[in-house]
């Protein structure tokens, strides 16, 4: 076996401490969840490519930040749907991330169901929490987020497990009609990770 895939196949607890560790060894990522933390958005979350991009860094021996293009940020608050108040969320973060090396980009994840089905043209259910939002990603693989608790702790959310990111496996996820955008970021994914696999999209 590959070096890099020196994970795949271990428990689900052992692939649960290594991201958290390796999410620790990187400075980056660890003043985004701080600043998120302070913040005190409801249902915080950083999501997405800044993790497991960040994983595949360490373990194919890449540099840190190496394709990592943003950071995803969400949180999760349905007591005001309005653009605006999601607004002045975006408006104040701008200023809490604006001098790391990664834009970071925020959301709210209660409102994702009212611009979806415009922006990609297919319904969106309405969720009930940040973590929900992974039951929909175009690729199982990138489902995986983290927030830094209270007591210092990293929680991991990861619905559809960690091996197919610790194996270097980009795995389709048919929960809504997303083949293109699986294949997109599949394609670009393997341009930078030669290492990966990519799992075509059934049918």
């Known amino acids: 076996m590959s070096d890099h895939l020196r994970f795949s196949g271990a428990s689900h607890q052992v692939q649960v401490e290594t991201v958290k560790a390796i999410i620790r060894r990187q400075p980056v990522l660890m003043t985004i969840l701080e600043r998120l933390r302070d913040m005190a958005l409801p249902d915080p979350l950083l999501g997405s490519g800044a993790i497991y991009n960040s994983v595949w860094n360490e373990l194919s021996g890449k540099p840190p930040l190496t394709g990592i293009k943003d950071?995803?940020?969400?949180?999760?608050?349905?007591?005001?749907?309005?653009?605006?108040?999601?607004?002045?969320?975006?408006?104040r973060a701008a200023a809490v991330f604006g001098d790391l090396p990664l834009p970071v980009e925020v959301r709210n994840q209660a409102r994702v169901h009212?611009?979806?089905?415009?922006?990609?043209?297919?319904?969106?259910?309405?969720?009930?929490?940040?973590?929900?939002?992974?039951?929909?990603?175009a690729s199982k693989t990138h489902a995986v987020s983290a927030r830094l608790e209270d007591d210092d702790a990293i929680s991991i959310f990861a619905p559809f497990g960690l091996d197919d990111m610790f194996s270097f496996r980009i795995t389709p996820n048919t929960a809504l009609d997303n083949r293109n955008t699986h294949n997109v970021k599949a394609e670009r994914n393997k341009g930078i990770w030669p290492e990966l696999t990519v799992v075509p999209w059934p049918g």
Not at 115 to 132: D, H, I, N, V
Request: proline share 7%; hydrophobic share 40%.
């Open 71 to 91: 950071a995803d940020v969400v949180y999760f608050d349905d007591s005001d749907l309005s653009y605006e108040a999601e607004d002045r969320v975006i408006r």
């Open 114 to 137: 009212l611009w979806f089905p415009q922006k990609f043209g297919t319904p969106y259910p309405q969720l009930r929490s940040s973590a929900e939002m992974m039951d929909y990603f």
